[in-house]
């Protein structure tokens, strides 16, 4: 069983930053791979990023890329989502999820948390 936390969403202006927090407890050594996700209010979930908290590689979405930035700190088991130039369509609720490797889908990941809000408004 792996649990995931995530943290750090809010209410941010058009333009501003937040960094979301995935805290990851559990089995984490047999999934190594992080994503993001995130959903807003009438659409499907999309993938944001991902990680390999083994090596670091990374992927990004075009729609963040450039804007996000994913990391992670092993010794505190926890991946970060540092997210700047922040737009209203960036506003949806933000989950994290552990799987057994870095992909696209959804599909591929095995355990989520229970995600945290960010809404980008003025």
């Known amino acids: 069983q792996v649990q995931l936390v995530e943290s750090g969403g809010g209410l941010v202006q058009p333009g501003g930053s937040l960094r979301l927090s995935c805290a990851a407890s559990?089995?984490?050594?047999?999934?190594?791979?992080i994503g993001w996700f995130r959903q807003a209010p009438g659409k499907e979930r999309e993938g944001v990023s991902c990680i390999n908290i083994s090596d670091g590689s990374a992927y990004y979405a075009d729609a963040v890329k450039g804007r996000f930035t994913i990391s992670r700190d092993n010794a505190k088991n926890t991946v970060y989502l540092q997210m700047s130039s922040l737009k209203p369509e960036d506003t949806a609720v933000y989950y994290c999820?552990?799987?057994?490797?870095?992909?696209?889908?959804?599909?591929?990941?095995?355990?989520w948390g229970q995600g945290t809000q960010v809404t980008v408004s003025s």
């Open positions: 559990g089995f984490t050594l047999d999934y190594p791979a």
């Open positions: 999820a552990a799987g057994p490797r870095v992909a696209v889908s959804e599909y591929e990941y095995t355990y």
